[in-house]
């Protein structure tokens, strides 16, 4: 049995020796017993904090080192470089998404003519990074300088207009794909919304102010079927998250100029193709799988129709993309603020002939000389559209916007460089 003394010290044996010399002692052993305890305590606190002050500077350490890969003033001199104008009247872009599909091109294509051109992409694996990287060779090659970041690094952003004047930003960067939005969502918001917002916060700071092109989609269209799909039409009825975020982005857009004078036009392209293109999109990847003997899958929508597209080739798409930034107004803000008004725009960069996915198959097959292996399949609810198929005239009138390629011209150029990029590797895997 416990005697009540045992009852009133703590019950551990061998923590407290007990103590028989009166009350008083047993209070003062008891003092000095937690005094010791809280000694013990504020030292394995003290020692916890310094552990998790040094982790912070060791993840503060690592931070700087990231943001390091940018900055300096050899990285400063690329920029200039890269940015410098060589044509009277030129201008200087910044190309974000520039070793993207329709960013390589445009970056090119600006080069070529004497712009200043400095591009911007994160290389994020969406898709087979190497071939980002192949792009980025090329627009090396010509003296164009890709900064290796995401758009929404503010820091970043700030610094490259800290370093150049840019008077204009060709905005591509984002997350494409319609089908991938129902596989990782956080990515679309991520790149289409925050991204776009910080570049706008950032071309809203700076002084002067650039005048903003950007790639919305034809998605935007969704369920409407009124055609050809023109920029009057209500774009109130999204398939897919990318085509929400796409439709959110001119919204967004909309407040920069209305409430800091951007100067806007927003690019509703129309399922762009051709060399240097997009390994998830169905033109390239139905090539991969016809090169290597596998099935491909082909979509079909409600009473067996066939899916069209409005496929537009990428020389197309890139005369469209200059043509806006040639005739893209002035912003007006300054400082933050908006000094009257400045153009907003949406235009729609389409072929005008939509072709269906069978069509395209066909004329994938006459260019390889192989045969598909076709699997033929209900369009699942994966946030597609039966069909697209632009009205141009905005675009035409506005800067003379008049695709010249059609899809059989067109994939002949694309199969030519699929071969000479990844080889015929005839049935075998190709890289
Ligand atoms: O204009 C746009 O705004 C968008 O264009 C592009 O989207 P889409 O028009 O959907 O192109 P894409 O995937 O090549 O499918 C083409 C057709 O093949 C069908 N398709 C597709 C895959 C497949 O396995 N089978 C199939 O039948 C499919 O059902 C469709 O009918 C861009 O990817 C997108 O980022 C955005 O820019």
């Given amino acids: 049995m416990p005697s009540l003394q045992d009852e009133l010290l703590p019950s551990t044996p061998g923590k407290f020796k007990i103590d028989n010399r009166g009350p008083h002692h047993r209070q003062l052993h008891r003092c000095f017993a937690s005094t010791s305890t809280m000694f013990l305590w504020a030292l394995f606190l003290i020692a916890l904090t310094a552990s998790y002050l040094s982790f912070q500077s060791f993840i503060d350490t690592g931070n700087r080192f990231i943001a390091t890969s940018w900055g300096g003033i050899q990285w400063e001199r690329q920029v200039r470089n890269s940015a410098q104008i060589h044509r009277s009247g030129g ?12 960013g390589t091109h445009v970056s090119l294509a600006l080069k070529k003519r004497g712009d200043g051109v400095v591009g911007i992409d994160n290389f994020n694996n969406y898709y087979d990074p190497s071939l980002k990287k192949a792009r980025r060779g090329e627009l090396q090659k010509q003296g164009v300088f890709v900064v290796e970041g995401d758009i929404n690094d503010a820091r970043l952003l700030a610094k490259l207009f800290d370093v150049v004047a840019f008077t204009h930003v060709m905005h591509l960067a984002a997350q494409a794909g319609v089908r991938y939005a129902m596989e990782n969502p956080n990515s679309y918001v991520h790149s289409n919304i925050a991204g776009l917002v910080t570049l706008l916060e950032a071309c809203k700071s700076a002084d002067p102010q650039p005048a903003i092109v950007w790639a919305s989609s034809s998605s935007v269209y969704g369920l409407n079927e009124k055609v050809p799909f023109s920029e009057m039409h209500q774009t109130d ?5 990318y085509a929400a975020t796409k439709k959110a982005g001119e919204e967004i857009t909309h407040t920069y100029n209305h409430i800091y004078g951007l100067s806007i036009t927003g690019l509703r392209f129309f399922t762009v193709y051709g ?24 979509y079909r929508g409600k009473n067996r129709a066939d899916l069209a597209r409005d496929f537009t080739y990428i020389d197309d798409i890139v005369k469209g993309c200059i ?19 400045a153009p907003y725009r949406i235009f729609n960069l389409g072929n005008t002939s939509p072709v269906t996915v069978p069509t395209l198959v066909r ?26 198929h632009a009205n141009i005239s905005l675009a035409r009138q506005e800067f003379g916007y008049k695709p010249t390629t059609d899809l059989q011209t067109g994939l002949k150029k694309f199969v030519k460089w699929y071969l000479s990029y990844y080889g015929y590797n005839h049935g075998k895997p190709v890289k």
């Fill in 237 to 241: 009825q999204p398939a897919s998250l």
């Fill in 323 to 341: 043509g806006s930034l040639d005739t893209a107004g002035k912003s007006t803000g300054s400082g933050g603020k908006k000094r009257g008004p």
């Fill in 91 to 102: 201008m200087s872009v910044l190309v974000t998404g520039a070793a993207g599909f329709v």
């Fill in 275 to 298: 060399p240097w293109g997009r390994p998830d999109m169905a033109y390239f990847s139905f090539t991969r799988n016809i090169l290597q003997g596998k099935p491909i899958t082909i």
């Fill in 363 to 388: 004329i994938l097959e006459r260019h390889l000389e192989v045969k598909a292996k076709r699997n033929i399949v209900e369009m699942p609810g994966n946030g597609d559209v039966p069909f697209t």
